[in-house]
Nanobody
Framework: QLQLAESGGGLVQAGGSLRLSCTTS?????MGWYRQAPGKQRELVAT???????NYADSVKGRLTISRDNAKNTVYLQMNSLKPEDTAVYYC??????????WGKGTPVTVSS
């Protein structure tokens, strides 16, 4: 059974930065970071293949960077120039289609204005 563990969230002022981490119990080919803001549906914000090919939602392009360390089974999300609208709980999962059984607790990010 695959296990995912997200970490690195917190409270930051607008314009600040955070780095999220997602550690998996086994290697996964395509991974993604998702987020769910209060009162909104969960959305996919970034994906990365095992080879390092990335893709981003338009709302985060140029500010968020996804990367991975295959040796550590870890995927990262570097978040720069954060905006209040980035406030959400961030999750990792398979991408582009998440596996329902793999959702973890997520890590909350709050950006104050």
């Amino acid at each position: 059974q695959l296990q995912l563990a997200e970490s690195g969230g917190g409270l930051v002022q607008a314009g600040g930065s955070l780095r999220l981490s997602c550690t998996t119990s086994v290697s996964i080919f395509n991974m993604g970071w998702y987020r769910q803001a209060p009162g909104k549906q969960r959305e996919l914000v970034a994906t990365i293949t095992r080879g390092g090919r990335t893709n981003y939602a338009d709302s985060v392009k140029g500010r968020l960077t996804i990367s991975r360390d295959n040796a550590k089974n870890t995927v990262y999300l570097q978040m720069n120039s954060l905006k209040p609208e980035d406030t959400a709980v961030y999750y990792c999962n398979t991408a582009p289609s998440p596996h329902e059984a793999y959702w973890g607790k997520g890590t909350p990010v709050t950006v104050s204005s």
